[in-house]
């Protein structure tokens, strides 16, 4: 199976940065992208950036200009570098990678998310 595992989540003041990074492993025959949803309190679970392997990037409104996402395809791994941090950027950030499987078809895998708390 696959293990998607975020990390770099935290505490940070209005107007700063931080850089979540996310692992995709296990028994990946070939990803198709990867992104970042976010699920703050009371909200449904919304995109906030994807890229494919084969780099085309996508951006939620709110966060285009602040956010960018990056990738490894040799590792499995996505960074998501968020500056201009605003309080309504609270959340718990999941990544997802659209994976396959031997000859399964792709399907998403999730991680169990992070935190990022912006405080004002």
């Known amino acids: 199976q696959v293990q998607v595992v975020e990390s770099g989540g935290g505490l940070v003041q209005a107007g700063g940065s931080l850089r979540l990074s996310c692992a995709a492993s296990?028994?990946?025959?070939?990803?198709?992208?990867m992104g970042w949803h976010r699920q703050a309190p009371g909200k449904q679970r919304a995109l906030v950036a994807a890229?494919?392997?084969?780099?085309?990037?996508n951006y939620a409104d709110s966060v285009k200009g602040r956010f960018t996402i990056s990738k490894d395809n040799a590792k499995n791994t996505v960074t998501l570098q968020m500056n201009s941090l605003k309080p309504e950027d609270t959340a718990v950030y999941y990544c997802n990678a659209d994976a396959r499987v031997g000859f399964s078809p792709y399907k998403p895998y999730w991680g169990k998310g992070t935190l990022v708390t912006v405080s004002s």
């Open positions: 296990g028994d990946i025959f070939s990803i198709n992208a």
């Open positions: 890229i494919t392997a084969g780099g085309s990037t």
